[in-house]
């Protein structure tokens, strides 16, 4: 049995002398890892002398490892806890606390060369030589649970804190390692008490070296139920193999083999499940984190642009209100003389596009302004025939010119007042009976108002007698900017496809709805818009 518990000590050697060296190699720029690798050393130290008690044959020999052993112990705490304030950052704020410490290691390791630390050996259970403890060792004991319950509490207050996902996960791993590595390593002390729990678990006591070191090194660390899930499956592996082993007859040791192996075969998929489980989170996490930059970058860009709308309407407007100006003014015949009649003609072209352009601009940046939910609004009392009439009045010329009727049907109670921005409505109406007008060779336009008295609204129509729309086309009428019919193209090539989307944002933007009717090429087209009464 003493042979398991020296080979215990050997493997936990082994391991931390191997892992202390890589952490110290990879790890020289980082203090915090120099200081585990210091930690890492002092399991080396005590592991060694472990195994060398362990295989001792005498009482002599056996009380020389075990004051090594100790020797070795003594400053894993204080290093363990000053390794994890550092990787904390903490060391400021605890430098009396490690300084306390490093002296009071210091003493113990002076005191555990003489027989108050160690008092001697004596047998225990299957044991022929265990330590008894001397005066000092108590202390140590109680110096020795203080800084790893301390370190442990600063851990998970910091995991609590922390939101960078891969420190928590170290953080985790540092957790679960000096929570097996101690707890396995504290199972030594119960004989130290003649309490007759002997040391099974010393053999985990790497583990603590293992996962600190894993979670040190390694950028990218698996959840933690990965490892948890691979440690259950090998640990009760190992212990169903060591049964099949020591079952009595050859029978049952094949069956015990057997269903060794089913789980075996049961451990593997469960450790792939978990596994495949934990990539497919991560993936989602780093999907979630590029989902939230991408996020924060339309945000901006949106600010950016609501800023450039907010500026460039001044910045346009300004030239364009002054050449408006001056060519008002030059075509004035008193102000600065008579102009020759070829130029005059050239000038009056020249102020009808720039009225265009202004046009154009005005309705470009309206565009804009509604999509980005800054167009404003001047809302006040509006009563909806007079907009219309003057609207219907202000066309009858275009109408006549194309020897179209131009009819208005108005209700014969007056409608209720809506809150409306004037301009804005005006602008959408006008373009609306200007469409009908335009897409018309034969006939006319007639306007209509009706109130919704169910609805609590008012109607405004707009029906002509022109080229229709085709039922492809109806339900994207005026949803997309720049869009333009078929047989509008046909009829004439100056159009836009800006001022129906216009009309429709600027009827949304006041809680109206607007949509066409038509039966269908050459049957005329209905637009109507419904506006709220609130
Ligand atoms: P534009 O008239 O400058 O082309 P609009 O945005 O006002 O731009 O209209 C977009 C398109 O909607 C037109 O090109 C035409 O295809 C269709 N449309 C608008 N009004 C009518 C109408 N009264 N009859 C038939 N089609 C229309």
Known sequence: MTNFFAFSGFLNFIVSLFLGILVYLKGRKIF????????????????????????????????????????????????????????????????????????LSLFFLISSFTPYFVRGVEPELFFPFWPKPGIFFHPFLLMFFSFIVYGWYLLLKSLRETKQTIRKQQIKYFLLGTGIGFLCGSTNYFLWYDIPIPPYLNIFVSLYVVLTTFAILKYHLFEIRVILTELLVGGMGLIWLVF???????????LTFLTFFLFCIFGYYLIKATYEEEKRREEAERMAVQERALRLRTER????????????????????????????????????????????????????????????????????????????????????EDLVKKAVEDLRILAQKKNLFLKLKLPKDSLPKIKLDKEKITEALTNLIENGIKHTNEGGVTIGLEHKKEKNSVLFWVKDTGIGISKEELPEIGKVPFQRGKEAKELTLLGKGIGLYLSRLIVEAQGGKLWAESEGIGKGSVFYVELPVK
């Open 301 to 384: 860009l949106a600010g950016a642009r609501d800023q450039f709308i907010l500026s460039s309407q001044h910045y346009f407007r300004t030239p364009l209100t002054s050449i408006i100006g001056y060519l008002e003014m030059v075509l004035e015949e008193n102000l600065y003389g008579k102009l020759p009649q070829k130029a005059k003609e050239k000038l009056n072209n020249v102020s009808q596009s720039v009225q265009e352009l202004r046009k154009r601009i005005e309705e470009s940046l309206s565009i804009v302004a509604f999509q980005a939910g800054k167009g404003i609004l001047n809302l006040e009392e509006t009563q909806i």
């Open 32 to 103: 915090a890892n120099k200081i585990f690798a210091l930690d890492a050393f002092s399991v080396v130290l005590w592991s060694f002398g472990y195994f060398f008690w362990q295989i001792s044959t005498n009482p002599n020999s056996a009380l020389f490892w075990s004051k090594f052993l100790m020797a070795g112990a003594i400053f894993i705490p204080i290093f363990y806890f000053h390794f994890i304030v550092s990787f904390l950052n903490l060391v400021e704020k605890y430098k009396e606390v490690l300084y306390g410490g490093y002296v």
């Open 244 to 254: 099949s082993f020591l079952m009595p007859t050859v029978n049952l040791r094949i």
